[in-house]
């Protein structure tokens, strides 16, 4: 075999892998039409009514709709939105916590220095107070 033949299998092996297929990938993901059948959206809608609805009847179809969807998602979008909430708040708790930590410690180191300054104020003024025997 020539190098160019074999470049050129090489090359032709390279390109194949972008060009489209005739064959369907096992990994495709279903399109709308395929994942929802008419049937499921048989409480929604008639097909031999639909393009006689009036406005009302489409308001309260698209009401129902919603509410459909809604109560299939809702699950995982309260799901989603608590966890990111909870991770949020602990966050900040965390924060709050560090400073209100800090701010208690702050606080107490003051009224104790405040108290043993006091009570030695006291004891060198008791000290230095004349004693009741020194008056003879």
Avoid: C, W
Wanted: charged share 30%; hydrophobic share 40%.
């Amino acid at each position: 075999m020539s190098d160019s033949d074999d470049l050129v299998r090489k090359t032709d092996a390279f390109l194949s892998r972008y060009r489209p297929s005739a064959i369907p990938a096992q990994d495709d993901f279903p399109v709308l039409t395929e994942a929802v059948s008419s049937t499921a959206m048989a409480p929604f809608v008639d097909a031999r009514t639909a393009g006689r609805l009036t406005e009302t009847e489409l308001r309260e179809i698209e009401q129902r709709l919603r509410q459909h969807l809604l109560d299939a998602i809702g699950p995982y979008v309260e799901n989603s939105i608590e966890e990111s909430l909870r991770v949020r708040l602990e966050s900040h708790l965390q924060r709050a916590l560090a400073a209100f930590t800090d701010q208690v410690r702050a606080d107490v180191e003051t009224l104790v220095h405040d108290a043993v300054a006091r009570a030695i104020e006291l004891e060198i003024a008791r000290l230095r107070a004349p004693s009741p025997d020194d008056h003879r």
